[in-house]
């Protein structure tokens, strides 16, 4: 008899992760393949949602080939958030996705962020929450003014993972959480703010939670006649992927972009914080960052080697070098600034330098960054929490887990899979089949830890001083770099 498993798909920013896991909690197998993201344009940043289906369909197609899967149960989906695709009635893309790095929308949603008041943003969201060129509103407003052929003919404006549900069931559907910025505290969506924007509210999708059944795989398709769960965006399954929903508890995790996050009843009004509705008794606050392990990809592709190339030159560092003072904001920056218009910046190179003293710097700015948006969040949550749970791609170096543990004064505890999204996905699912009590109760299950990093107290002090820098250096290079970004040049 075949054992009874399920599988969770995460629809990251580069690839697709998958994982097949047992009822109890065992993981059988998992998959990775990449897709290709456009940059058309300076501030463009697009993806062909057909990528995303295709690779989805072969991760199902491959554990079907090579796992008796006549238990399987079910398969839950979570995906990158704020990327949205524009589809017709026959859940067809009308344009290519606008990934969440796109920063084409900054000045409508200027505009559209000027029209809520504080009082609003409070009532609706619990906290000053801004109106970004991510923001789904301002994706709708710009394809309402410069491509009104699309938006006419637009039936709904949806997430990754709702466009591969509504390619696996023929089923459109979306939940409230991934939906963030225009669902209220009760998870309905906000009328008053989507009358901003003319006929928006009739675009968007109906709300499920999370386990809800969406559909069933179509026939013909690889795990035709499996429950698909409606899952949610990545930060929530990946707070679920290493083990976090108790109060007090924390996350960090890492891929393209860095989220930290804190479990937390209390919510103190803070600029540049997602402070989430509550769901399943868990209120989670979130402070994304625009280009965590994008830093070190982008680094790797300019110096012409791998990441693990890049990870050993740092770890041959002996830690008294001079490193130059790198600021990560290579497509804006998210939390706490909120800012579209920052950009990276090097300070401090001299002729004595090489490609070391730049990975090791970039290693710190993106640990800087990282510990701004713990800062912000700890006032958010009124919570400050020693330990930091962690899953994601960009934990896999030693050196770098050791920069960030030692920047952040915490204690580091990093999952054993690197899938910790796919994994949460995985538990969704099995909640959703009645598998578990809960998804928190299914995660305790499958998460597994293998390594921890310790603060050294030696560094504190190295690294105030470079934390006091990185802060007083975006001051003074904010309108800087807002005016060569809007120059004509």
């Known amino acids: 008899m075949s054992d009874k498993t399920v599988i969770g798909i995460d629809i990251g920013t580069t690839a697709i992760k998958a994982v097949l896991v047992t009822g109890a909690g065992t993981q059988l197998g998992h998959y990775v393949e990449s897709y290709p993201t456009a940059r058309p344009a300076p501030g463009i940043v ?14 199902l197609a491959g554990f079907e080939r090579d796992f008796d899967l006549g238990g399987l149960q079910a398969i839950g989906i979570c995906s990158q958030a704020n990327t949205h695709v524009f589809i017709d009635r026959n859940a067809t893309p009308l344009a290519p996705a606008i990934v969440w790095q796109d920063l084409r929308c900054a000045d409508i949603a200027v505009e559209l962020d000027g029209q809520v008041g504080a009082d609003s943003r409070i009532a609706w969201w619990g906290a000053p929450l801004p109106i970004d060129a991510s923001h789904c509103l301002s ?3 710009w394809m309402r003014r410069n491509r009104p052929d699309i938006w006419g003919r637009s039936r709904a404006v949806i997430l990754p993972k709702d466009y591969c549900i509504a390619r696996l069931t023929g089923e459109v559907a979306a939940d409230a959480i991934a ?8 998870l309905n969506y906000i009328k008053a703010l989507l009358d901003l924007v003319p006929d928006a509210v009739q675009r968007l999708p109906p709300l499920r939670d999370f386990t809800h059944v969406a559909g069933r795989v179509l026939p013909g398709l690889p795990c035709a006649g499996t429950p698909v769960i409606v899952g949610t965006m990545d930060a929530w399954s990946g707070m679920f992927g290493v083990d976090v929903g108790k109060v007090g508890s924390a996350m960090y995790l890492s891929g393209t ?4 996050g804190i479990v937390s009843p209390k919510r103190i009004p803070t600029p540049g914080v997602a402070a989430f509705p509550t769901y399943q008794e868990i209120t989670l606050h979130a402070a994304p960052i625009q280009s965590g392990g994008a830093s070190l990809a982008w680094l790797s592709r300019l110096l012409g080697r791998s990441i693990d190339e890049l990870c050993v030159l740092a770890a041959a560092m002996s830690g008294q070098e001079r490193i130059p003072l790198f600021i990560p904001h290579l497509d804006g920056e998210r939390a706490p600034l909120w800012d579209p218009f920052a950009r990276g910046i090097f300070l401090g190179l001299d002729s004595s330098m090489g ?6 710097s970039v290693m710190e700015g993106v640990a800087y960054s990282a510990q701004w948006a713990l800062e912000t969040l ?4 009124d919570s400050s929490p020693s330990i ?10 030693d050196v770098w887990n050791q920069i960030r543990a030692d920047v952040l004064g915490r204690t580091l505890r990093c999952v054993r899979s690197a899938d910790a999204a796919a994994t949460g996905a995985a538990a969704m699912a099995l909640a959703g089949i009645g598998a578990a009590g809960s998804i928190a109760d299914a995660a305790s299950r499958i998460v597994q830890f293998e390594r921890e990093f310790r603060p050294d107290p030696a560094r504190r002090g190295y690294h ?18 807002r005016r060569h970004v809007t120059s004509v040049l």
């Open 257 to 260: 972009s860095d989220v930290l």
């Open 378 to 381: 700890e006032r958010s949550a």
């Open 388 to 397: 930091l749970n962690c899953g994601g791609g960009g934990f896999a170096s």
């Open 464 to 481: 105030e001083v470079r934390m006091a820098l990185f802060k007083d250096s975006y001051a003074a290079t904010q309108d800087i770099s």
């Open 46 to 59: 697009e993806q062909e949602p057909d990528d995303w289906i295709r690779v989805a369909i072969q991760a």
């Open 139 to 141: 994706r709708m407003e």
């Open 355 to 360: 490609p070391a003293h730049l990975v090791r």
């Open 179 to 186: 939906s963030i910025g225009l669902v209220d505290g009760q």
